[in-house]
């Protein structure tokens, strides 16, 4: 029985390396993998995931208008579907790729940020919460060694942005991950 998993955490909790690694996985038992990503993220390149562990792989990029059947449908029969940086898909190509698990019988796996800087859902994330049926979050750590929920994003002098669009690619020189709390903290002391 098929499922729609959506694999999620912070910045730098190693979801591009859970990617490419289950990726591997797969591939290492003779399954065929169709990996894909959304348009949107041209960080390391169009069709490019890597992880900052140094983990690349080719992926074929999906965009906005694309619909996610009928792109399967052209790529040919696989085994497995597996998605990078999901938050940025549309809430209609989340339905999509719901649509491939129910009538297909396939595993679609899901892997991205729950929510910006911000603290509010991507569209793509959102839809996710809602139709998935297995919720994972990966894990990792704020400087203060409590789990970090937030993606801080930040200014060239390391302060704590809290205004501007909801999607800016970047990496670590314009995120931090951070728990609610030293957040909320760093934002306090900004303003005084």
Not at 28 to 47: C, F, N, Q
Not at 149 to 168: F, K, L, S
Request: hydrophobic residues 40%; negative net charge.
């Amino acid at each position: 029985m098929a499922k729609l998993y959506f694999k999620y955490g912070a910045m730098g909790s190693s979801k591009s390396a859970q990617a490419l690694i289950t990726q591997f996985n797969y591939e290492e038992l003779g399954m065929s993998v169709w990996l894909i990503k959304p348009s949107v993220d041209t960080r390391d390149g169009a069709d490019v995931i890597r992880s900052r562990i140094g983990l690349e792989r080719r992926a074929q990029v999906i965009t906005p208008e694309q619909d996610v059947v009928a792109e399967y449908r052209k790529a040919g029969r696989h085994d497995v579907i597996i998605a990078d940086e999901a938050q940025f898909f549309t809430p209609e190509q989340i339905d999509q790729l719901r649509e491939l698990v129910d009538d297909d019988d396939l595993p679609v796996l899901c892997f991205g940020l729950r929510t910006d800087f911000q603290t509010h859902f991507f569209p793509g994330a959102q839809r996710l919460m809602e139709l998935a049926d297995s919720l994972t979050e990966i894990k990792t750590v704020c400087a203060c060694g409590r789990k970090a929920t937030v993606n801080a994003r930040i200014d060239g002098d390391g302060r704590i942005v809290t205004e501007g669009a909801q999607v800016m690619l970047g990496g670590n020189d314009s995120y931090v991950a951070m728990c609610h709390k030293c957040w909320m903290r760093k934002i306090r002391e900004q303003k005084q």
